[in-house]
């Protein structure tokens, strides 16, 4: 069975029926279904609230994940209904941070290459390179994932400069005494 329509455009009563028997359509994308929330637009406040928290019952341990999949759509919903200053906005930015590291981390994922942060989107309509898989750091990445345990590349490439100088000034020293 499949939905038959966009889930921006449903109400409350088709929301709820959908989530519910969420395993008889084929169509069914849990992604899909928290965007739309944020998105429908036939949907007062308290009733995009409701959808939420009835599909967070069913979803739960799949909503966690999207804050490693789709930040952004994690924010959104999370701070569906609130007034929040900037200073709330970067604190719950920085819990977002905090909880993608726990999860890397409690997965044992070494790589960062997720939803968001593994396509190109410069937010450009014309542009030929929106929605290609890209590595993290190259040139056409617009944004990646980043924690403050994270060490530096520079170091460790000037830390090498440094041994690799070391180490020939050692041998260059070895050299002139057997030289004498």
């Known amino acids: 069975m ?3 329509k966009k889930f921006n455009q449903l109400d409350k009563s088709e929301y709820l029926l959908i989530i519910e028997n969420y395993k ?5 994308n849990t992604l899909g279904l928290y965007r739309s ?7 007062d406040l308290e009733t995009r609230m409701e959808v939420r928290d009835f599909a967070h019952t069913i979803f739960k341990k799949t909503f966690n994940f999207y804050q490693l999949k789709d930040p952004i759509t994690y924010f959104e919903l999370t701070t569906l209904g609130m007034n929040l200053t900037v200073a709330d906005e970067r604190q719950a930015w920085k819990e977002i941070r905090e909880n993608q590291e726990k999860i890397l981390s409690d997965k044992k994922i070494k790589h960062r290459n997720f939803g968001d942060y593994s396509k190109h989107n410069c937010g450009y309509d014309n542009c030929p390179y929106n929605g ?13 994932m980043w924690f403050e345990t994270d060490k530096k590349k520079e170091n460790a490439k000037n830390k090498s400069k440094n041994r690799k100088k070391q180490r020939r000034e050692k041998h260059k020293i070895i050299r002139d005494d057997l030289d004498k």
Not at 37 to 42: A, L, R
Not at 132 to 144: A, D, F, V, W
């Open 132 to 144: 290609i898989m890209i590595k993290q750091g190259t040139g056409l990445s617009e944004n990646h």
């Open 2 to 4: 499949t939905i038959g």
């Open 24 to 28: 008889q359509y084929k169509d069914f």
């Open 37 to 43: 929330i944020c998105e429908n637009e036939n949907l």
